[in-house]
């Protein structure tokens, strides 16, 4: 089975600076991977994905986050953070599970965004 | 608009009393699913579906129960809800790699 190790249950940063949320997954085949956000009391809503085209993946609000093959991480980042990306930040990847993919996610990470 | 709806948002019920949560999507999405969110575990599947009349058990299945008889219906049951199943709810449906999320169903068993 496949598996999603998020380094750092919580990550503090200050407004302007970089943020870097680390991930890295367990595979022996190619995965596809997702980074998905929630906001307090809300759901979860998809950030970005990879899925075996380009390395460099581009999301919303400014977040990106890169496939590393030889690392197996797929790490979000965004150059300057703003107080309005407080939330916690879940990795997830897919598995296969008798033929049919499901969905792993990583245990989260909150990040703190301070002024 | 596209979109999963659970229904209810939030429930405080007690021990033994049998409840479902009801989940529903406008999207014909075959693949749906049921998640348990507890703090410092992240998401853990509970069911999945991968069609009408095709279920099975996820990570988390003990005390639960689910059902596929619509194509756009996905309920979870639990038949004798335990204390250990308070928790927060997420009811998804998938197409291709793209999950959809509801907006999650607050749970608390006293």
């Known amino acids: 089975a496949q598996s999603v190790t998020q380094l750092g249950s919580h990550v503090s940063v200050s407004e302007g600076a970089l943020v870097l949320l680390r991930c890295n997954y367990s595979?022996?085949?190619?995965?596809?991977l997702f980074w998905y956000v929630q906001y307090p009391n809300q759901g979860l809503q998809l950030l970005l994905k990879?899925?075996?085209?380009?390395?460099l993946v581009k999301g919303i609000n400014g977040f990106e986050a890169e496939f590393k093959k030889s690392e197996t991480s797929f790490h979000l980042t965004k150059p300057s953070a703003h107080m309005s990306d407080a939330a916690e930040y879940f990795c997830a990847v897919t598995t296969m599970n008798s033929g049919y993919s499901t969905l792993t996610f990583g245990k989260g990470t909150m990040l703190l965004v301070s002024p | 608009e596209a979109q999963v709806t659970q229904n209810p948002r939030y429930l405080i019920t007690v021990t033994g009393k049998k409840l479902t949560v009801t989940c529903s999507q406008n999207m014909n999405h075959e693949y749906m699913s049921w998640y348990r969110q507890d703090p410092g575990l992240g998401l853990r599947q509970i069911y999945y579906?991968?069609?009408?009349?095709?279920?099975d058990k996820g990570d988390v299945p003990e005390g639960y129960k689910v059902s596929r008889k619509e194509k756009r219906n996905f309920p979870l049951i639990l038949e004798s809800p335990s204390p250990n199943q308070t928790s927060l709810y997420f009811c998804?449906?998938?197409?291709?790699?793209?999950?959809?999320f509801g907006p999650g169903t607050r749970l608390t068993v006293t």
């Open positions: 998804a449906s998938r197409r291709g790699s793209e999950q959809y």
């Open positions: 595979s022996s085949v190619p995965p596809y």
């Open positions: 579906s991968m069609n009408v009349e095709v279920t």
């Open positions: 990879y899925t075996s085209a380009a390395t």
